[in-house]
């Protein structure tokens, strides 16, 4: 059973591009959340998305949007990057939103922006 | 905003110690979970706890949870150089519906 799977591991872009990372959940889950974590600090909620819509989100300013696909897949966008966006990218997948289960994570992109 | 916070915020030991870490956090939760974070990759879950737990025990973790002080703490005992990583609480919010806060997160850190 594959666990969340996250692509790509790395990625380097400069100022004003735009970045498009994915997630595939754990088998059987299908609520993704996403998480920005700067260095040294602890993971900051970006957004979650559930039955292909996005539920709640974190103090994210518009360029950071997201999409769900029916095999509950999602994609973090960001446009307009900024040097502050540089961080790891985490994505974590659970079932429901009843907010009582594990939250898994996977191994994160580590995005740079130059 | 980060409503966990850890407890020291960093941690040295020798292989074989205990290492104990704290957490704190300001509202009222469905559960909290611990995760391991190894030099900057992806979070590991350790442990689950819910509101209504007192005490759970994985292993040689072992995390309890005091909802009136709004604190928990995890164990790690007899230590190993492999437990060396950074651990971070997060609670899950009544009202969030499974959105993690995190905290800043220990690093611990054990000397063989």
């Known amino acids: 059973d594959a666990g969340v799977t996250q692509s790509p591991t790395h990625l380097i872009k400069t100022r004003g591009q735009q970045v498009t990372l994915r997630c595939s959940p754990k088998?059987?889950?299908?609520?993704v959340s996403w998480y920005q974590q700067a260095l040294g600090q602890g993971p900051q909620f970006i957004f979650q998305?559930?039955?292909?819509?996005?539920?709640q989100r974190g103090n994210f300013p518009d360029r950071f949007s997201g999409h769900q696909y029916p095999n509950y897949s999602s994609e973090l966008n960001v446009n307009a990057l900024l040097l502050g966006d540089s961080a790891l990218y985490l994505c974590a997948s659970s079932a429901g939103l009843a907010g009582t289960d594990t939250q898994y994570f996977g191994p994160g992109t580590r995005l740079t922006v130059l | 905003s980060q409503q966990g916070e850890e407890d020291p915020q960093a941690l040295s030991i020798q292989e074989g110690e205990n290492a104990t870490m704290n957490c704190s956090y300001k509202?009222?939760?469905?559960?909290l979970q611990w995760y391991r974070q190894n030099s900057g990759r992806g979070l590991v879950h350790l442990i689950l706890i819910r509101s209504n737990e007192r005490e759970k025990h994985s292993g040689r973790l072992r995390v309890t949870l005091d909802t009136s002080k709004k604190s928990s703490s995890l164990l790690i005992t007899a230590s190993r150089a492999a437990d060396t990583a950074s651990y971070f609480c997060a609670t899950d919010e009544e009202t969030s519906g499974s959105r993690l806060t995190f905290g800043e997160g220990t690093q611990l850190t054990v000397n063989p």
């Open positions: 509202t009222s939760i469905n559960n």
């Open positions: 998305y559930y039955e292909e819509e996005e539920r």
């Open positions: 088998s059987g889950h299908d609520t």
